[in-house]
Nanobody, 116 residues
Framework: QVQLVESGGGLVQPGGSLRLSCAAS????????MGWYRQGPGKERELVASITIGSSPTYANSVKGRFTINRDNAKNTVYLQLNSLKSEDTAVYYC??????????WGQGTQVTVSS
Protein backbone atom coordinates (compact mmCIF):
# COMPACT_ATOMS: atom_id res chain seq x y z
CA GLN A 1 0.00 0.00 0.00
CA VAL A 2 1.36 3.37 -1.05
CA GLN A 3 1.39 6.09 1.56
CA LEU A 4 2.65 9.65 1.43
CA VAL A 5 2.40 11.27 4.84
CA GLU A 6 2.99 14.99 5.15
CA SER A 7 3.87 16.77 8.38
CA GLY A 8 5.22 20.08 9.58
CA GLY A 9 2.40 22.43 8.71
CA GLY A 10 0.99 24.97 11.12
CA LEU A 11 0.36 28.61 11.89
CA VAL A 12 3.24 31.01 11.36
CA GLN A 13 3.61 34.78 11.25
CA PRO A 14 4.55 36.60 8.04
CA GLY A 15 8.29 36.38 7.52
CA GLY A 16 8.50 33.13 9.45
CA SER A 17 9.64 29.68 8.41
CA LEU A 18 8.37 26.13 8.35
CA ARG A 19 9.78 22.83 7.22
CA LEU A 20 7.43 20.33 5.66
CA SER A 21 8.24 16.63 5.45
CA CYS A 22 6.72 13.89 3.36
CA ALA A 23 7.50 10.31 4.30
CA ALA A 24 6.82 7.78 1.56
CA SER A 25 6.20 4.06 1.82
CA UNK A 26 5.14 1.40 -0.62
CA UNK A 27 7.01 2.95 -3.55
CA UNK A 28 10.54 2.77 -4.90
CA UNK A 29 11.21 6.25 -3.61
CA UNK A 30 14.53 6.81 -5.35
CA UNK A 31 12.87 6.13 -8.72
CA UNK A 32 10.17 8.76 -8.25
CA UNK A 33 10.16 12.45 -9.01
CA MET A 34 8.79 14.09 -5.89
CA GLY A 35 6.83 17.29 -5.73
CA TRP A 36 5.01 19.68 -3.48
CA TYR A 37 1.75 21.25 -4.60
CA ARG A 38 -0.53 23.64 -2.79
CA GLN A 39 -4.13 24.72 -2.94
CA GLY A 40 -5.11 28.00 -1.40
CA PRO A 41 -8.65 29.08 -0.50
CA GLY A 42 -10.69 29.42 -3.68
CA LYS A 43 -7.71 28.57 -5.85
CA GLU A 44 -6.68 25.67 -8.03
CA ARG A 45 -3.95 23.30 -6.97
CA GLU A 46 -0.57 24.48 -8.22
CA LEU A 47 2.94 23.10 -8.36
CA VAL A 48 5.24 24.69 -5.79
CA ALA A 49 8.43 22.69 -6.28
CA SER A 50 9.62 19.36 -7.59
CA ILE A 51 12.82 17.37 -7.43
CA THR A 52 13.89 14.76 -9.93
CA ILE A 53 15.42 11.35 -9.39
CA GLY A 54 18.77 13.03 -9.87
CA SER A 55 17.89 15.70 -7.27
CA SER A 56 17.43 18.57 -9.74
CA PRO A 57 14.92 21.03 -8.29
CA THR A 58 12.31 23.15 -10.02
CA TYR A 59 10.38 25.98 -8.39
CA ALA A 60 7.34 28.05 -9.12
CA ASN A 61 8.29 31.68 -9.76
CA SER A 62 6.28 32.76 -6.73
CA VAL A 63 8.50 30.80 -4.32
CA LYS A 64 11.94 31.03 -5.94
CA GLY A 65 14.53 32.20 -3.46
CA ARG A 66 12.24 31.51 -0.49
CA PHE A 67 11.48 27.77 -0.63
CA THR A 68 13.90 24.88 -0.92
CA ILE A 69 13.09 21.29 -1.82
CA ASN A 70 15.37 18.38 -1.08
CA ARG A 71 15.14 14.64 -0.71
CA ASP A 72 16.73 11.96 1.43
CA ASN A 73 16.50 8.67 -0.42
CA ALA A 74 17.84 6.77 2.59
CA LYS A 75 14.84 7.96 4.60
CA ASN A 76 12.29 7.87 1.75
CA THR A 77 11.49 11.48 2.62
CA VAL A 78 11.18 14.72 0.72
CA TYR A 79 11.33 18.09 2.46
CA LEU A 80 10.18 21.59 1.67
CA GLN A 81 11.80 24.44 3.58
CA LEU A 82 9.56 27.50 3.55
CA ASN A 83 11.23 30.80 4.44
CA SER A 84 10.07 34.42 4.33
CA LEU A 85 6.49 33.26 4.36
CA LYS A 86 3.75 35.55 3.08
CA SER A 87 0.01 35.52 3.65
CA GLU A 88 -0.44 34.36 0.06
CA ASP A 89 1.47 31.18 0.91
CA THR A 90 -1.49 30.09 3.02
CA ALA A 91 -2.71 26.81 1.57
CA VAL A 92 -2.96 23.09 2.02
CA TYR A 93 0.35 21.64 0.87
CA TYR A 94 0.31 18.23 -0.80
CA CYS A 95 3.15 15.83 -1.43
CA UNK A 96 3.22 14.10 -4.81
CA UNK A 97 5.16 11.18 -6.20
CA UNK A 98 5.50 10.59 -9.94
CA UNK A 99 6.93 7.25 -10.91
CA UNK A 100 8.90 6.37 -14.03
CA UNK A 101 5.86 4.34 -15.11
CA UNK A 102 3.74 7.48 -15.03
CA UNK A 103 1.81 6.61 -11.89
CA UNK A 104 1.00 9.51 -9.60
CA UNK A 105 0.40 9.33 -5.87
CA TRP A 106 -0.80 12.03 -3.47
CA GLY A 107 -0.58 12.63 0.23
CA GLN A 108 -3.46 13.86 2.35
CA GLY A 109 -2.09 17.36 2.73
CA THR A 110 -0.90 19.58 5.55
CA GLN A 111 -2.26 23.04 6.30
CA VAL A 112 0.06 26.05 6.28
CA THR A 113 -1.45 29.28 7.56
CA VAL A 114 0.51 32.53 7.44
CA SER A 115 -1.10 35.17 9.60
CA SER A 116 -0.28 37.70 12.25
Amino acid sequence: QVQLVESGGGLVQPGGSLRLSCAASGIMFSFNTMGWYRQGPGKERELVASITIGSSPTYANSVKGRFTINRDNAKNTVYLQLNSLKSEDTAVYYCNAYSMAGIIYWGQGTQVTVSS
